[in-house]
Every structure is written in C-alpha cells, then in structure tokens.
C-alpha cells in the first residue's frame, strides 16, 4: 500500500496583541496585553506553554498556547520562536494521490499552538472536502488520531499523528 507522509507545524494567526477579558482583581473587563514572556508546567503526562498577558495594573493572565506529550525518551521540541513568521500549510489534493495510486496520507502534527479541531482544520487543508465530509469519514474511522477513532471536535497537540485512508 503506498502512502505519503507529512509534517505540519500549527501556529494560530493571532493579529491582535490585546485580549478583553474579565480580571478578577480589577472587578471588571480590561484589556490584556501579551507581555511575549512565555512560561512552561508539567503534570507528569503534559507539559503545557502558556503566554502571560497582563492589564494594565499588572495583574496577570495565562494563556495556554500549546500542550506537548510527555516522552521517557526526551525528543526534542521544536520551539515556536523558530517560527516567528505565519506561513500556510500546503493544501492536500487527495484526489491526485488517489490517481497516483496512494491509499493512505500520514500527517504527523510536529507543534502546536493555539487550538486546532481536527475537523476544522482538515475541512480547510484538504481540497473538494466539506466539513460534513471530514465529521462522516472521522465517524466512520477513515480518519484516525495516534491509531484510535477520535470525536470530530478533538482537539490536536504536538507529536498527534493523522492517518487518512484516501478513497
């Protein structure tokens, strides 16, 4: 069976740098401004990156940007400072892979940040497919996360790999 592998980094295009948002401390909504300071935590199964926003009494907010798994074999992690400028993931043409004979795609999520539906994202990355089309495929395990049928609002982190039986 042949199939074509791929390698995304996911990186939300955020345009504004000041979030409105409630802070409980000044008991009301202000704006928050991303201080660019980022801050990593683990729990022993995840380590997450946060970006530390602040109002303008300096009071702080975290916002979680990215959630990476846990390896024993510690891998290296690519870090989003190395891409500073947006770019756009190449759309897939399954039709043509199809055509050529392969069966499967691979895709292998090598960073995020922000948060990406499976189903949103494969909507707009792969030509001639509707959301409804990508929900019905996920449902009926043509599209699987990390070998397992996931919900079509699943939400993907860094090292996630998806496998689409192109048909």
């Given at each position: 069976m042949l199939t074509n592998e791929h390698t995304w980094v996911l990186i939300?295009?955020?345009?504004?740098?000041e979030v409105l948002r409630y802070c409980s401390n000044c008991g009301r909504?202000?704006?928050?401004l991303d201080t660019?300071?980022?801050?990593?935590?683990?729990n022993g199964k995840n380590v997450y990156r946060f970006a530390i926003y602040?109002?303008?009494k300096n009071h702080t907010w975290n916002e979680k940007l990215a959630t990476y798994k846990?390896?024993?074999d510690h891998r290296e992690v690519l870090d989003a400072e190395?891409?500073?400028?947006?770019?756009?993931?190449?759309?897939l043409h399954l039709s043509q892979y199809l055509e050529n004979g392969v069966q499967e795609v691979t895709i292998l999520i090598e960073h995020v940040e922000g948060?990406?539906?499976i189903d949103k994202l494969l909507a707009e990355q792969i030509e001639g497919w509707s959301r409804n089309q990508v929900i019905h495929r996920i449902k009926a395990g043509q599209i699987l996360v990390n070998h397992q049928i996931v919900k079509p609002g699943f939400?993907?982190?860094?090292?996630d790999t998806i496998k689409i039986r192109v048909l």
């Open positions: 939300e295009n955020k345009q504004e740098q909504t202000v704006p928050f660019m300071i980022r801050r990593h935590n683990s602040k109002c303008v846990a390896y024993t190395t891409f500073e400028q947006p770019f756009e993931l190449p759309r948060r990406f539906r939400t993907l982190s860094a090292r």
